[in-house]
């Protein structure tokens, strides 16, 4: 899941507006409202009590925020290294 999100900010960092941490919090943000949706969705279908619901909502705050932190630190360091090394294209004619 977290390379799935990590995947859709590396679309949408361009076209976000802030730091690289306030763009990395808005995907996670915005993938953390997913989770919590279908979270309630799993707790009506299946009858589970509000405080695991609210526990796991509170994990979910937790992780996406932490993953998301650490996400806008490293995404330029390691991306940059990626372009850094990456050797130039080739074309054949």
């Known amino acids: ?3 799935v999100v990590v ?3 590396h679309l949408a960092h361009a076209n976000l507006a ?6 990395s919090l808005k995907v996670f943000g ?3 409202l997913f989770f ?3 979270s309630l969705i799993y ?21 996406f925020t932490v993953v998301g932190l650490a ?5 330029r360091r390691v991306m940059g290294m990626a372009q850094k090394n ?6 054949d004619s």
């Open 86 to 91: 990456a050797e130039p294209a080739e074309i």
């Open 30 to 32: 915005i993938a953390w």
């Open 18 to 23: 802030g730091s690289d941490i306030v763009k």
């Open 71 to 75: 996400n806008g630190l490293l995404y």
């Open 7 to 9: 995947w859709i900010y």
């Open 43 to 63: 707790m009506n279908h299946y009858g589970v009590g509000r405080e695991f619901y609210h526990w796991n909502i509170l994990d979910g705050v937790i992780a």
């Open 1 to 3: 899941m977290w390379l």
């Open 36 to 38: 919590a949706s279908v």
